[in-house]
Nanobody, 128 residues
Framework: QVHLEESGGASVPAGGSLVLSCTVT????????MGWFRQVPGKERSGVAILDTDGDLNYAAAVKGRFTISQDSTDNTLTLQMNRLEPGDTGVYYCATHCGPSLLRLITPGWPFECKYWGQGTQVTVAS
């Protein structure tokens, strides 16, 4: 069993920065994808930043160059540094693990994917 808990969501002005944290407890296997996802109003949940099974970092096109995912294995924390935030980044951000079936599906908006374990989500609001 795996438990994930996000924190750090807030309301910020456009151009601002936020750091989201996700504490992961339980069976954390490196054989699965894990990362950050978001659900913006009116759209399906989609991947934002994914840590793949080789430890490589992968980003959705909309956030590349602005967001950075990192993992601290000492305390099992997954962090998302978000810079130059835009109103389009507004949504609920989730961390998840045991995801699949492929990196391409996780990172491409509108493509189906599954994650076995999800956090409860944290709201990010970016004001224009």
């Amino acid at each position: 069993q795996v438990h994930l808990e996000e924190s750090g969501g807030a309301s910020v002005p456009a151009g601002g920065s936020l750091v989201l944290s996700c504490t992961v407890t339980g069976d954390i296997s490196t054989t699965y994808f894990m990362g950050w996802f978001r659900q913006v109003p009116g759209k399906e949940r989609s991947g934002v930043a994914i840590l793949d099974t080789d430890g490589d970092l992968n980003y959705a096109a909309a956030v590349k160059g602005r967001f950075t995912i990192s993992q601290d294995s000492t305390d099992n924390t997954l962090t998302l540094q978000m810079n130059r935030l835009e109103p389009g980044d507004t949504g609920v951000y989730y961390c998840a693990t045991h995801c699949g079936p492929s990196l391409l599906r996780l990172i491409t908006p509108g493509w189906p994917f599954e994650c076995k374990y999800w956090g409860q989500g944290t709201q990010v609001t970016v004001a224009s």
